[in-house]
């Protein structure tokens, strides 16, 4: 399945333009350390209330996944999500993040810098869409499922 997803995004990246930050910058796994100023778990305002233990955003080129891992503020039941991404360079070092699960295309924006990654991760439903500012770090080694790296 992932393949047939990666597939059509490859394409679709294919047309857009390179303006922005080299591939290698934003290439690789980017592991979530903190929301807004606060480390993990921290509840989230552009998810519902739900609270963010982990996420993992892998990019290749332009194309990549992004796995969450999530909990109720109410629970205890971790939540596992994944989708598709399409990275697009806009210019200097911020990107477009578009995902697959969204039903509209309203992509969020990505800084990249050094070692560092913010995405500015957007709730599509609301207006005006509360944001969650996420910070993320590269990843070495291998990509474990994201829900082991929850605290």
């Known amino acids: 399945m992932r393949g047939a ?14 303006n922005g930050p080299e591939a290698g910058e934003i290439d ?3 592991r979530l350390t903190s929301v807004g100023i606060l480390p993990l778990p921290a509840q989230g305002t552009a998810t519902g209330g739900e609270v963010w233990l982990a996420a993992i955003l892998e990019v290749t080129g332009q194309t990549g996944f992004f796995d969450r891992c999530m909990r109720d503020p109410s629970g205890t039941t971790r939540v596992s999500r994944s989708t598709a991404v399409l990275v ?6 911020r990107v477009k993040v578009s995902y697959f699960e969204r039903r509209v295309n309203l992509p969020d924006t990505a800084t990249v ?8 991760y957007r709730d599509i439903v609301s207006d005006p869409p509360p944001v969650d ?3 993320f770090v590269r990843m070495p080694g291998g990509r474990p499922e994201v829900c ?3 605290p």
Do not use: E, F, M
Request: glycine fraction near 18%.
């Open 133 to 135: 500012v996420l910070t």
């Open 113 to 120: 810098n050094g070692g560092q990654l913010t995405l500015r």
């Open 148 to 150: 082991s790296l929850a």
């Open 28 to 30: 690789g796994a980017w």
């Open 88 to 93: 697009d360079p806009i210019d200097g070092d």
């Open 5 to 18: 997803i990666l597939g059509g995004l490859l394409i679709l990246a294919l047309a857009c333009g390179d």
